[in-house]
């Protein structure tokens, strides 16, 4: 049975864990039609259930730690062709990648399974602060004055680089390590979409990405020979969950999938799946 | 597993560190190479390191077996001797004394692409993202100031590039690497003077863009701005007296800060600055292979009143240069009217 290992990668609290449980979540309840369904369970899925249930009962689902970094393996069928194929996800936390950056350096098993993969989940949380922002971008009279202090003086410390920088320096450090390998496949994941959605006009996935990061959208499009990428805008939990208000609209739903928005190719639907088959393609 | 020993090895297999002992990329201490790749066993003892493997010469601690990549920050010239042998690679340097803003040109050019595309050039990447974000920190609100700043250049940091990788939109993404020199600006005040120092900005001679930056703040005040522009043409002089620049060089005065050169004197100033390029022209353009003249304000503090930063023509500028100009021309045509020597220059510009 054909094997296809995607990674995720991400910086911290970017919604890989929170994707998982959701995905879990659509593959066990078969509630609305997916791309692919759940064909056996294989090994132990006990983290799996454990952020899962954090999911259905509109908790927090626990971030990644570096301790508890797991691969999970999923056994599936696609829905179209019924062939099976096992999906494996190795589950990096946030704190991996921040620490590459910080110190270049990553144990070799985990970039060895970065690098080797068929293809990259990609997450970027658009429920983001504005960072990087420059003292000229801000109109002169509220700049403030130098003496008073409202801001203390910060010294320069990787924390500083805005997310994009981030970003475009991890997939760059993976590809300076690929060299000869033809394309990688990113499934780029704009997490917390329903932020989005909730704020105004209608605005596709990539259009909110090259708005609010445009060096990652030029890096993507101008080595277009190293990536093949899509953007998808994925609500995992459907909306803000410590509202009070917002969570019981949620709980409403007699299904619980269709809390999740997925909006690709100018359409939205619920179907989480949607970035995994992507990347399952082959064209 | 703690404070065992593991060996790295070069996957550049044109450095033959495992032989000689030094990185062909010159980092130093080696365990900064970007390229050393950690071989795999876990644990490795005096034994092993004894045997056939013996070639395996790095040793270093760690806990367990990691993956090393670049460290981001501004290059040292080995590296961009290693980057040159595998990319077309056009090198500007910089030229110009301290506060003169060096720095803040390269940095503003680098933040322009933080927001977008810029000028018809799209990012392709960059070794020297976190080198960039270290010197653009006190422009940011993060840093806690309020009027932008940049870091300065040490001396102590030596000659340093900055890298940018650019795609020519109306060129179908032509790639553009663009390697961007870095000096503190004691190194140029003392060539100025110094015939041996100058000697020692060895990049110059290799590069296909040489801007020498005049700071606009002194030009705006009649009591500095003689002494500044005349160390300029001092600076063009030992340049070109060294052979530094030639025939082959594409040379840039550059006037920075000038939204400090608006107000009531703006025309004294443009005048000054006229006069000023007009007579370097006519002494140097034709020991030159060209001359030119360029006015930005890379981080204007007001800039209400300023229409253009004169930021994206110099970029273009640098992106259209030709490589290896002199090659191209034919020395042995001497000019002897004005005509011919405007001729000259035009098939100049134009190859």
Known sequence: ??????????????????????????????????????????????????????????????????????KISLRVKNNLTKE??????????????????????????????????????????????????????????????????????????????????????????????QLGNPLSKIAIIISAWDVITGAGPNIQPIQWLAREFPLVCQYLDTNRECFDYQVFGISAQGGEIKSELSRDRLAEKMEASTRIICAYDGKINHDITCPVFWLMSRD | MNNTEEFLRCSNPDCQKEKTGVCIEGHEPLISCPFLKATGSPAVDDDYAEDDEKELSVKIIQETVKTMFYNGDALITESVDFFLRKKDVRIISIVGDSDSGKTTLVCSIYEKFLKGEFSGLAFKGSQTLYGFEKRVHYSRIDSGKTTPDTQRTSMLDGLRFFHLSLAS?????????????????????????????????????????????????????????????????????????????????????????????????????????????????????????????????????????????????????????????????????????QFDQMHLRTIKREE
């Open chain 1, 1 to 70: 049975m054909n094997v296809l290992l995607h990674s995720m990668l991400g910086l911290p609290s970017s919604g890989k864990t929170t994707f998982l449980a959701a995905l879990w979540h659509v593959l066990n309840a078969k509630e609305i039609e997916c791309n692919f369904s759940l064909d056996k369970i294989e090994g132990d899925v006990r983290y799996l259930d454990a952020i899962t249930e954090a999911w259905r009962t509109f908790q927090k689902v626990p971030r990644t730690s570096m301790q508890m970094e797991e």
């Open chain 1, 84 to 177: 099976l194929v096992t999906l494996e996800f190795p589950d990096l936390s946030g704190e991996t990648f921040e620490r590459l950056l910080l110190t270049r350096l990553i144990e070799t098993k985990k970039f060895d399974t970065l690098s080797s993969s068929d293809g990259l989940l990609l997450f970027i949380t658009a429920d983001k602060v504005d960072d990087g922002l420059s003292i000229l971008d801000v109109p002169a009279e509220f700049r403030g004055d130098s003496t008073d202090g409202v801001i203390p003086e910060k010294d320069w410390d990787a924390e500083c680089v805005p997310q994009q920088v981030k970003i475009v320096e991890l997939l760059q450090l993976i590809r300076s390590r």
């Open chain 2, 169 to 337: 939109r109306a060129e179908k993404n032509r790639e553009i690497n663009f390697m961007i020199s870095d000096r503190a600006g004691e190194n140029y005040e003392e060539a100025r003077s110094n015939p041996a120092a100058a000697l020692r900005l060895f990049e110059i001679k290799k590069s296909q863009v040489v801007a020498l930056l005049v700071d606009g703040k002194k030009i705006s005040n009649p009591i500095q701005r003689v002494s500044v522009t005349q160390s300029v043409k001092q600076m063009l002089r030992i340049l070109i007296e060294n052979q530094l620049v030639g025939l082959d060089s594409v040379v840039q005065i550059i006037i920075t800060k000038k939204d400090l050169l608006g107000g009531e004197n703006k025309d004294n100033n443009n005048a000054f600055i006229d006069i000023f390029f007009n007579k370097i022209y006519s002494e140097f353009v034709d020991k030159l292979g060209s001359l030119e003249l360029f006015r930005i304000a890379a981080r204007a503090v007001n800039n209400d009143d300023l229409d253009d930063d004169g930021l994206p023509l110099l970029l273009q500028s640098w992106s259209i240069v030709k490589k290896q100009l002199s090659k191209k021309i034919d020395y042995k045509f001497k000019p002897e009217t």
